[in-house]
């Protein structure tokens, strides 16, 4: 997740927020399962071969850092994974001021005193409550490393040790994050790696932590310090939070705006907006193999739907005659592009974006299209998308002036006008979508 998620991750981000008050669906208790089950044996197994001796424990300070680890959880950073918590600031304290071995119940339960006061309130469900176990995952590789080493005290850690500690704390919180994701929502490693930006975060706080670790010998609850930090991180996180929703809202009020003007379109002429809504589905298949980013692919079923919304100024007399259009009727046809682009102008936002694709979806390969004249690469992908989309569709339905073509002789002028009206890198793609749609496949 970036810091400025686009369109695919706000969803995602919504997505999350709205899985807390579901449920657990069936890959979810799966991957917690596994992954949480998995930490619990490592837990177990660490207690083993690392027994705890508390003789030196501060009890004082090991309550200073479970209470600013409670406080540091309930402070959530938006991830499409679901949250992200500074938690560096206590766990770091809390790996000296307990035995190590030990860190890894007090996190866990700390974490569920946390998330107590959701479930009491019906934000979240209890049965996700059982993810703590799954999101302590950071805790075993530090706790490893300084056991291995034989640290008992931060005076005894190198640097060596605590980078290689911190290394294996990434490591193993993003190894089992990106198996749960995967086992829970399908999540690919792309999408795990977009949220490495999390671990810088840490690093940052990291030396924070170790600060309060140093004060701990002469103010056993010197970790209590973070606290005010922490606060400061919550009011950046709710800022956060609260952008990401108006953008969400923002969103959400534009795809209404945009299904709103295909309606309109659909009312006033029923074959055009049949036809727009044939166009989004190849359009978006063909997108999909080219590889068109989230952002791009709202823009081009936005684009695909209204690509003909311009026509609604266009007489129908016009729009259905069946002979052929005379010079003048030609010339008001050929407005439809430059109608519809004004018209998503008003809208605003991204919808102009869209307005650019429908305004230029007339264009051809070789520059002799219209309204602008463009060639080429000059020519947006999604307009090429949607030109392409727009004549097969056209030439496979009956229209009012010709009975449609079959499939394979759409297909076949599709070839023959690659590289003069059409993009042949396009047209091919369009024909493989073709193909896995009559097949009954999924685009690839």
Known sequence: MALNPDYFEQLLLANARERQTLSLSSRERLAETIVGGAYVVA????????????????????????????VATRTEFDTGAGITVPTQLAFVPLLFALPPALVTVGVPMAWALAKLPEVLRGEMRFARLFAVLANSWFVVGPVVVLELAGVSSVHDATAAVLIVALAAQFGGDFLAS????????????????????????????????????????????SAVAMIPLIGVLAVFARERRRRIENLSELNSAYRGMALVLGDVVEHDDGYTGE?????????????????????????????????????????KAIINKPGRLDADEWTLIKTHPIVGQRMLDRVGGFMSDVGEIVRWHHERWDGGGYPDGLSGEA????????????????????????????????AQELRDCAGSQFDATVVQAVLDAVADSDAGAQPR
């Open 43 to 70: 837990a177990a197994v660490i207690l083993l071969v690392w027994p705890p001796e508390l003789g030196a424990v501060n009890l004082l300070t090991v309550v200073a850092c479970l209470t600013v680890l409670i």
């Open 178 to 221: 990106a198996v749960r994701e995967r086992l829970s929502r399908g999540a690919s490693l792309r999408e795990q790696l977009d949220e490495l930006w999390v671990y810088a975060v840490d690093a940052a706080l990291a030396p924070v932590g170790l600060l309060a670790v140093l004060a701990m010998d002469e103010v056993p609850w």
């Open 275 to 315: 036809h727009c809504r044939d166009v989004v589905e190849l359009a978006l298949a063909t997108g999909a193999r080219l590889g068109l980013g989230p952002d791009r692919m709202r823009n081009l079923e936005f684009a695909a739907l209204l690509h003909d919304v311009g026509k609604v100024a266009i007489p």
């Open 379 to 410: 020519i947006p992908l999604e307009a090429r998308i949607i030109t392409c989309c727009d004549s097969y569709n056209a030439m496979t339905t009956t229209r009012s002036y010709r009975a449609a073509l079959t499939p394979d002789v759409a």
